[in-house]
T-cell receptor
Framework: NAGVIQTPRHKVTGKGQEATLWCEPISGHSAVFWYRQTIVQGLEFLTYFRNQAPIDDSGMPKERFSAQMPNQSHSTLKIQSTQPQDSAVYLC?????????????FGEGTRLSVL | GEQVEQRPPHLSVREGDSAVITCTYTDPNSYYFFWYKQEPGASLQLLMKVFSSTEINEGQGFTVLLNKKDKRLSLNLTAAHPGDSAAYFCAVSRFNSGGSNAKLTFGKGTKLSVKS
């Protein structure tokens, strides 16, 4: 079984450019989560979907970040007008919704560097 | 919202010693607890999940203790070896009666170094 697949693994953007990050959850998993990891802030929750519907986006910076899940096989995180402080590793995780005790399993992340 | 404090941020032990990492949390509705291991350059690997109905869980080479009264979760690596060198993160989520998975709140992590 393939795990959570994230592409690209590394992305470099110039300040003000747009970045789109992709996540393919584990087949059959209905919950998809996005987290951001930095040395200073640690692991921060951004947003999550259940059965493709947005459930909680309380961690998303409102102005430039958006996330979508157009179908059950992929989710995207888009950052408009990227800033140096957006540099981080963005992690996607998925979990089964068969009951409420399934641990989210993480992808390898996308390392975003904003120059 | 939930706050999770993890200690220590750095831990260095010799091979064969034990290593203890502790997390305290604030939300009394916290119900599910997880430990993840992250090796340099890699993603988070699930070590163990713990439910509030259990207090002691044993894995391969480690024990997880949950003290609900004190809102404290600990990971005890027994007889650490160099392959255990990594960052360890605790994570907590609430019980969600709707049946859907709730978001995780993570501790800041502990960087463990095991010297041979």
């Amino acid at each position: 079984n393939a795990g959570v697949i994230q592409t690209p693994r590394h992305k470099v953007t110039g300040k003000g450019q747009e970045a789109t990050l992709w996540c393919e959850p584990i087949s059959g998993h209905s919950a998809v989560f996005w987290y951001r990891q930095t040395i200073v802030q640690g692991l921060e929750f951004l947003t999550y979907f259940r059965n493709q519907a947005p459930i909680d986006d309380s961690g998303m910076p409102k102005e430039r970040f958006s996330a979508q899940m157009p179908n059950q096989s992929h989710s995207t995180l888009k950052i408009q007008s990227t800033q140096p402080q957006d540099s981080a590793v963005y992690l996607c995780a998925s979990s089964s919704d068969s009951n409420n005790n399934q641990a989210p399993l993480f992808g390898e992340g996308t390392r975003l560097s904003v120059l | 919202g939930e706050q999770v404090e993890q200690r220590p941020p750095h831990l260095s032990v010799r091979e064969g010693d034990s290593a203890v990492i502790t997390c305290t949390y604030t939300d009394p509705n916290s119900y599910y607890f997880f430990w993840y291991k992250q090796e340099p350059g890699a993603s988070l690997q699930l070590l163990m999940k713990v439910f509030s109905s259990t207090e002691i869980n044993e894995g391969q080479g480690f024990t997880v203790l949950l003290n609900k009264k004190d809102k404290r979760l600990s990971l005890n690596l027994t007889a650490a070896h160099p392959g255990d060198s990594a960052a360890y993160f605790c994570a907590v989520s609430r019980f969600n009666s709707g049946g859907s998975n709730a978001k995780l709140t993570f501790g800041k992590g502990t960087k463990l170094s095991v010297k041979s």
